[in-house]
């Protein structure tokens, strides 16, 4: 029998975006036997830890559905005096998004729908550029609410997660819109979304920082299998924010929904703690720069990349793993340039020769992953970084922590240089 609507409008939350025991159960999730009966429910996981492997293994059948926001943000900051620019902005984008709340020239307290708006500045704001501050924040008001096709929403997290964990994983995924028609033969639902958007604000640098969430809820008893909140951040001037028509905050978008949705979908139900320290090679083809760490300079646009993998002993947070035979290995190989992901390939050496040629006269970021094993054993490594997840700045994270926007997106700060020479003339 299926809830209502207004049954499933009706029911609280729990968790960021996971729906209430009594919710699932009203909406008919309640069924047979399945092998995820017979597993507790484990405690909160520790740092870099996936999910384990005895819940994987028991999930044949899993519902994605994109969470609702269970909370509203707010806009604060600390004033010397009013500040009528940056309370105008707030109160244009408080009358435009329809929710009600007071704006002055102290405390401003602003509840918005969550990723409707920019929802929160923090930091003392006495020293900022009020108008940048201003043009900033409705700039990204206008780019949110006008978008064609927008990211930042938990159905395109959720269809994103979906294709992640269809595509590297042996589990059968099903994308739905709501409790209501998940499928008796379903094991768990999988609740995915968007909790939190904040700027930082210090002096004339803004710190952009987006969370999201991912819980796996047992469809008998509605038990929460397995959580995580993943976050990504990155920083820049004011200036540079919004300069170009908003560049660089849609490149940001573009690359925290990827790797929200990514690591996500890898901690559920395929990564796996495979103990590596992978490095960057030089080849014939990709040379060491002469000046620049971990850089590689190439005159060909399609030139063979090439790392090495050492063992190494699990980090702190990280559960022990079994010995790695790097020969059973297979590696995925993607590039970036400063917007987006424009290669993608396979290897089964710690080697790759590009099958198709990069743009000339440009600097790419390049990583790999390690893989292992087949059917319900598969699994997929972390991507080479130049920080490890055992460096002293990089324990602690749950999430990436951009430096430099402009420079280089958070996601790809970390991976190694390819720049690809300017063809001669002939």
Known sequence: ????????????????????????????????????????APLAPKAYEPMAADIRTAVGHVAILPSEAATAEAITGTYDRAQPGLVGGADAGRRRAGVSGQVGGVNVHVPVPILQIPSAIFGGLSGAAKEEIQEFRDAL???IMNADSQPLVNSSLALDVHRYVSNLSPVEAQLLSSVDGIPETTGAALFVGFDDFKMDIDGDRATLILTASAALMRRSDNTVLYSRTIEYQDTDTLKNWTKDDLALWRDYVNFASHYLARELAGETFFRQLLPLTLTPRATKSAREHRKLANRYVSDSPAPELAWDAAPREAGDGEAPAATVATGELGWDIEIYDAHRIVYSGRSFAPSHVLSYELDPCRTYRWSVRPSRGTGADAGYGDWMRLMSAESAEFKGRNGLVGREASVAPAYTQDFPELEIKCSRRR
């Open 141 to 143: 008001t206008e780019d």
């Open 1 to 40: 029998m299926r809830a209502s609507a207004d049954s499933n409008a009706s029911c609280a939350r729990v968790l960021p975006g996971i729906v209430a025991a009594g919710c699932l159960a009203s909406s008919g999730l309640a069924g047979a036997a399945d092998p995820l009966d017979e597993i507790e």
